[in-house]
């Protein structure tokens, strides 16, 4: 008997009809001879809206107490749908995250899981339980509850797989798994058979949102292979493993795997400062205490032999960006600061990106046919993003998608 580790999103879980077909899914793993555990999320957007009730309650909540009431979205689930499997006649039981022995530090709402003690579970195990666990959820070492971050349900399920010695985790969505682009933005877009960590790992981080970002780092730190596939359907997903592993498969990533798009940045720029040693670093560090990350940043010197600089921060951070940059603007005497929210990040990932520099040429060659002005390139080993106007959002990835032949590379089997 082997161990298969579950997990089904909210989508999966919205209404009792389909907790019924989720029971199904589960029952028919287990006469495969495994023993199951599922990690489940809050039902539909019932998290959303227990952040909705919050912001309308306060500015200014505890966090300790967002994570007590956050967490009660992801018991809905358990003991429905553990509910459920005992109708259909199945031995299973219900656990929590305190319960399933995860214990987190004690960063309410973003929490990371230092350890999981699974002699519980692997009690529940040897008497032939299926276990139904919280995701999203654990406990400090003084007992309060916490919670992961959002979409925190994938990352209990490789956590719990990773603790349990199993290298494998299947994760159940409303979608077939991770696309090229997405299908709701390009028709085009095609279901990517499987990638490697370090592919999704950079899909993730640049707006891909099949999977949230941490679960696949752990992944990639102690090997679980993910497969990720929909819960309405029979359709192949998408395995996402280690490179030596694609090999021994004889499946070889193509030079580039996908495009992404991110909305959630904003471009400030500071135009005219005096060129003087040291007054982009005085900018920086002002920043950095103020806790706010800096996705891509240029700068240069025009002919007037001022300084400029323009760089990307995310949204949740404007206001707070701007406060700060107005006290400066006067102390150091910046000419002109642009503030600019409709813009779009845009990437394309693919491990074949640094060994060939046609890549690169070919990307702006066709933003220049295309007319469309881009700005801000940064790169990675296996990336290269750029920003674009919003208007031009759709255009841009649709060409990149035509021109990297994506929909006709991922239609045959590699
Ligand atoms: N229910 C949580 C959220 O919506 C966790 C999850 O879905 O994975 O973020
Ligand atoms: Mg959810």
Redo the contacts with the bound molecule.
């Keep these: 008997m082997s161990l298969v580790v579950m997990?089904f999103?909210?989508s999966s879980l919205s209404t009792l009809e389909k907790m019924k077909h989720v029971a199904n899914i589960i029952i028919n793993r287990k006469e495969q001879k495994n023993k199951i555990i599922a990690v489940v999320?809050?039902p539909g957007?019932?998290?959303?809206e227990l952040v909705t009730m919050i912001k309308s309650l306060t500015e200014k909540p505890s966090r300790r107490e967002v994570d007590v009431l956050?967490t009660t979205?992801?018991m809905i689930s358990i003991a429905l749908l553990t509910m459920t499997l005992c109708n259909l006649g199945e031995k299973a039981i219900s656990m929590t995250g305190y319960q399933a022995g995860i214990v987190s530090d004690s960063n309410y709402t973003h929490a990371k899981i230092k350890k999981i003690n699974v002699d519980k579970i692997n009690e529940y195990l040897e008497k032939d339980n299926i276990i139904i666990v919280a995701?999203?959820q654990g406990v400090d070492i003084n007992g309060n509850l916490t919670?992961?971050?959002?979409?925190?349900?994938?990352?209990?399920a490789v956590a719990l797989a990773a603790s349990l010695c199993s290298n494998y985790c299947e994760i159940y969505s409303d979608v077939d798994g991770v696309y090229t682009t997405d299908p709701r933005l390009v028709k085009k877009a095609r279901k990517i058979d499987f990638l490697s960590y370090d592919t999704m790992i950079e899909m993730s981080e640049t707006g891909a949102q099949v999977l949230?970002l941490r679960s696949i780092e752990v992944a990639k730190k102690y090997n679980v292979s993910i497969y990720a596939k929909s819960t309405f359907n029979e359709n192949s997903g998408t395995l996402i493993t280690n490179v030596k592993e694609l090999r021994r498969k004889k499946m070889e990533e193509p030079f580039i795997s996908g495009i992404t798009f991110d909305k959630s940045q904003v471009k400030f720029s500071l135009f005219g400062l005096p060129n003087i040693s040291g007054i982009i670093a005085k900018i920086l560090v002002t920043l950095a205490r103020g806790n706010i990350i800096i996705d891509l940043i240029s700068q240069f010197i025009n002919s007037n032999n001022e300084n400029n600089i323009v760089f990307t921060v995310n949204k949740n951070d404007m206001l707070k960006t701007k406060q700060e940059l107005k006290i400066l603007m006067k102390e150091l005497q910046i000419k002109t600061m642009l503030v600019n929210d409709k813009i779009v990040k845009i990437s394309i990932i693919g491990l074949g990106i640094k060994s060939d520099p046609n890549i690169i040429a070919r990307i702006f060659s066709m933003m220049y046919e295309k007319d469309i002005d881009f700005e801000m390139i940064s790169t990675s080993d296996i990336r290269v993003s750029f920003i674009v106007n919003e208007i031009n959002m759709q255009r841009a990835v649709e060409s990149l998608h035509n021109e990297f032949k994506l929909s006709k590379i991922y239609n045959k089997t590699i």
């Design positions: 997990k999103g909210g999320s809050a957007d019932k998290t959303d956050l979205g992801e995701g999203f919670t992961l971050g959002r979409g925190g349900s994938d990352l209990t949230q």
